[in-house]
């Protein structure tokens, strides 16, 4: 069973960057798809980012519309860990951002068999 702690959240002002981190372990993240997703107060939790298996063809990346531009999405597989480096970030970016992971990259949250516990955003203006 794959377990994943997010790490690097925290409280910057608009503007400003910062790069989260997930740490997997019980499988290497190069063999799962891997998500990013967040959840505001009050709202049901939304995809973020997402990043295929690594096949022949090598690994795909996906944004939503909201942070296109802006986040990527990226592997280190010798430290198995997945990264979102988040620049320019807005006030609408506030939320907890938690890591997932399957065997397919998708947008959708069912699709995902393995979550972290989540790391805290906060975004001044």
């Known amino acids: 069973q794959v377990q994943l702690v997010e790490s690097g959240g925290g409280l910057v002002q608009a503007g400003d960057s910062l790069r989260l981190s997930c740490a997997a372990s019980?499988?290497?993240?190069?063999?799962?798809?891997m998500g990013w997703f967040r959840q505001a107060p009050g709202k049901e939790r939304e995809f973020v980012a997402g990043?295929?298996?690594?096949?022949?063809?090598?690994?795909?990346?996906y944004y939503a519309d909201s942070v296109k531009g802006r986040f990527t999405i990226s592997r280190d597989n010798t430290k198995n860990t997945v990264y979102l480096q988040m620049n320019s970030l807005k006030p609408e970016d506030t939320a907890v951002y938690f890591c997932?992971?399957?065997?397919?990259?998708?947008?959708?949250?069912?699709?995902?068999?393995?979550w972290g516990q989540g790391t805290q955003v906060t975004v001044s203006s």
């Open positions: 990043i295929s298996t690594i096949t022949w063809s090598g690994a795909r990346t």
């Open positions: 997932a992971g399957g065997d397919r990259a998708t947008m959708l949250r069912d699709d995902y068999d393995y």
């Open positions: 019980g499988r290497t993240v190069s063999r799962n798809a």
